[in-house]
């Protein structure tokens, strides 16, 4: 049985390019860049590459550029940096809004504990936030405001650039989660008009385990990991090498396929909204439009998520019901009970996010499969016989 992977959003395969890059670092030039000697110079040789490759995908400077084990460190040390330098200056209040990945919404219920006020904007039924929305919570203590680039959940991409440009006016930091965001739709930081930025490898074909923070010159991050002097003093702990050459050669790959892939993905993603969209009670999650190439989030009234993934996987099917950050729990999504879900719909998600190595035949194959498997779950759903029945009232109609 073939199997197709539609579970992008959580990890992505690697590439035979990122694959390529790494191997040298793991065999035969496996220093420490710390090391003065020949092969711990070598290492330190590719670091400095490495770094420089990321920076022009990025439109930064190389010395903006901190590596970091992935997205939620980095959110975390972008937090950490803006509520310290806040603390220095008398400003203790942070925006953000409530679809915000965990690694943002935990760091700020910790710095709440400090003695920060955090203010969570709503969002509307489509995920999105407006930049009238923060220029109207910003006060005179406001420190920080962070927005993801683009919903891990439902795929809705943020008015980056607009929000940015209400903070650089008010004067008040600004990160963006761009996890999702990098390697998918286009990313540059002098555009976008961002303080930081956070990104994760392993969303665009490289390894788990590394990622990024940029920084804009003048804004020193804070130390999250004490130590050693590495990555300038700001993150300490030996450098991960082979990590960091295939994030980097990972990342080059992606912002020079951006156009073609987007394209081929757009279609299959619509394709998907499409056939989905004919099964009875069912609603598309996030913006129609704005929204990120390969992620398709829908909800079908009458059953659990839960019980969808696990046929799927029956049929070789690889898909997720939201976050894989919060897979294990048994509540609904933060995301769509943001954007209006009621819970019992909320169960009833399934998000598909694909990749460039997914076909047209496999967007056929997982449009009959879902069909086969709701149609399946509803004959043997109390609560969908009593909606047929009328003895409840359907959410979506």
């Given at each position: 049985m073939k199997t197709i992977y539609v579970d992008n959003a959580a990890t992505t395969k690697m590439s035979k390019t990122a694959i390529s890059a790494m191997m040298p670092y793991l065999e035969e030039n496996y220093g420490n860049p710390s090391s003065l000697h020949t092969v711990g110079q070598l290492a330190q040789e590719a670091l400095v590459k490495a770094r420089m490759e990321v920076a022009e995908c990025l439109g930064a400077d190389v010395k903006e550029i901190y590596f970091t084990s992935g997205g939620s460190e980095s959110d975390n040390q972008a937090l950490l940096t803006a509520a310290e330098l806040g603390e220095r200056k008398g400003k203790k209040h942070i925006i953000s809004q409530k679809t915000e990945h965990h690694a943002i919404l935990h760091a700020l219920n910790k710095l709440e504990k400090r003695g920060f006020e955090i203010t969570l904007l709503d969002v509307d039924g489509d995920g999105l936030v407006t930049a009238?929305?923060?220029?109207?919570?910003?006060?005179?203590?406001?420190?920080?405001?962070?927005?993801?680039t683009a919903n891990n959940e439902i795929g809705t991409i943020m008015p980056i650039k607009e929000i940015a440009a209400v903070c650089k006016e008010k004067g008040v930091l600004f990160h963006t989660d761009a996890v999702q965001a990098v390697g998918h739709i286009p990313v540059d930081v002098k555009e976008l008009g961002c303080d930081m930025l956070s990104l994760s490898a392993h969303k665009f074909h490289g390894p788990k385990g590394v990622g990024a923070l940029y920084v804009r010159k003048g804004l020193f991050p804070s130390t999250l990991i004490e130590g050693g002097a590495q990555e300038r003093g700001r993150r300490a702990g030996t450098e991960n090498i082979a990590g960091i050459c295939a994030m980097a050669a990972a990342m080059k790959e992606a912002v020079a396929k951006l156009g073609e892939n987007a394209e081929k993905l757009t279609k299959m993603r619509d394709r998907l909204i499409e056939g989905l969209g004919e099964i009875s009670h069912s609603v598309l999650n996030g913006s129609r439009t704005q929204r990120l190439p390969g992620n398709v989030n829908m909800c079908f009234e009458g059953i659990e998520g839960e019980s969808i993934l696990l046929l799927l996987d029956a049929k070789g099917i690889c898909a997720s019901s939201g976050s894989a950050c919060t897979s294990g729990s048994l509540d609904p999504s933060h995301v769509l009970l943001a954007i209006g879900?009621?819970?019992?719909v909320a169960h009833g998600s399934l998000r598909l996010s694909l990749c460039e190595e997914n076909t047209p035949e496999d967007m056929e194959f997982i449009i009959k499969s879902v069909k086969e498997v709701v149609d399946y779950l509803r004959?043997?759903?109390?609560?969908w016989q009593d909606l047929q029945e009328g003895k409840r009232k359907y959410v979506i109609q």
């Open positions: 009238e929305q923060v220029k109207n919570a910003i006060r005179e203590d406001t420190v920080m405001v962070t927005i993801m879900r009621p819970h019992e004959k043997m759903s109390p609560v």
